[in-house]
């Protein structure tokens, strides 16, 4: 059992939404309602050559006995030492429900205390509403943005010290994407490269239609990818054009064994 002080500030603030600065700073700190939760922005102007940040995924859930699940991760978190989240999406179960975004955000402890980066995930968006409500709490993305037919507020391309990030809607036009993160990745001459996104390439249930962005992260060499959608633990071989490199796994000796340790398995 647990003790976690929420902080609500009210606010008259009919029509007023989240914007993005300019400068630098992604802020989405006020909402078309009369709450305002703190948040903090994201500094996009830093020449760090060493950071961490924080990846979390699919904290979807309906009710406030699951939303407690995750507020005790984030008791765990406490601790840590990081710059920022990046959550890879599906954040509630369902995507026009304000009373389940609340529960999140009631849940989330001292991670709203440092910018969080959300990528939209398939309860996120759905085709009627193109995440209006995730638009809404979660305003503008810092840097570049994809053009239409991508809901605006849903993409994003930035630096953040000696990196560079893309978050990808996987819910909108793929190709349009596809596009827009060839044009992003030439520009850049950061040492790192790191792609966030919500449904991977390669899932649980086998090759998905985002496998259409591996020529672009092969092109230009991107380091990282990290992904949800799928609620399980997986390993892969090496693969290159959609070709398996090598036999071996993508898992190291020292990580096989500490997961061993922890799944018995």
Do not use: C
């Amino acid at each position: 059992m647990f003790k976690r002080q929420i902080d609500y500030r009210t606010a008259d603030i009919s029509e007023v939404g989240p914007r993005y600065s300019g400068n630098g700073e992604w802020t989405y700190a006020e909402f078309k309602r009369n709450k305002q939760i703190n948040t903090v922005p994201l500094d996009t102007d830093t020449d760090k050559s060493e950071f961490s940040f924080l990846h979390v995924s699919d904290t979807q859930a309906s009710t406030g006995s699951q939303f407690a699940e995750w507020g005790r991760l984030t008791v765990l978190l406490t601790d840590e030492n990081y710059d920022f989240t990046i959550h890879t999406g599906d954040i509630t179960d369902n995507n026009d429900n304000t009373a389940e975004m609340d529960m999140f955000y009631e849940n989330s402890g001292n991670i709203m205390d440092k910018p969080f980066i959300p990528a939209v995930g398939n309860h996120d968006q759905k085709s009627t509403t193109f995440a209006k409500l995730f638009r809404e709490y979660f305003g503008n993305t810092p840097g570049s943005q994809a053009p239409a037919p991508i809901p605006e507020g849903t993409t994003a391309s930035f630096d953040y010290g000696n990196a560079h990030f893309v978050i990808l809607n996987t819910e909108s036009d793929l190709e349009t994407q596809k596009q827009w993160l060839d044009e992003e990745l030439s520009k850049t001459d950061k040492k790192w490269k790191i792609v966030a996104m919500h449904r991977s390439p390669y899932g649980a249930m086998g090759i998905n239609d985002t496998v259409i962005f591996t020529p672009i992260f092969d092109k230009y060499h991107v380091d990282l990818v990290i992904h949800g959608h799928d609620h399980l633990y997986l390993r892969s071989i090496p693969l290159y054009n959609g070709k398996k490199t090598r036999e071996e796994r993508y898992i190291s000796k020292a990580a096989q064994a500490a997961l061993s340790r922890k799944t018995g398995l």
